[in-house]
């Protein structure tokens, strides 16, 4: 009897264990800043991005374009990288304007 209930507590330990180190390694819910840059140059534009401890970092501009006219648009360049729970790093480049938002990365289908 004895011997069962030590087989029970190893496979309960050995479960414990597995599912701790299983976890993912980020902790976006405890990430902090490292990194934030903002630049708001008025109603032409801005620059903005930021790094957290998690490994999200972002960075972003626009540019007004056309101002004062019919053709008045925002024109908006970024990247966004993160780190997946699978350890890969996943990086987003994107462009928003009056074509519409065009994104391009590695882990996105291409035509």
Excluded at 92 to 98: F, T, V
């Amino acid at each position: 009897m004895q011997s069962s209930s030590i087989c029970v507590l190893a496979v309960c330990a050995f479960v414990l264990f597995s599912s701790i180190n299983a976890a993912p390694l980020d902790d976006s819910q405890h990430a902090t800043i490292l990194r934030y840059d903002n630049d708001n140059i008025g109603t032409d534009g801005y620059n903005f991005g930021y790094e957290t401890s998690d490994g999200v970092t972002r960075q972003e501009q626009a540019e007004l374009k056309n101002a004062g006219t019919d053709q008045e648009a925002l024109s908006v360049r970024g990247s966004v990288s993160w780190v997946a729970p699978d350890g890969q790093t996943y990086t987003l480049h994107y462009i928003a304007d009056e074509n519409g938002f065009q994104p391009q990365g590695d882990h996105l289908p291409h035509n």
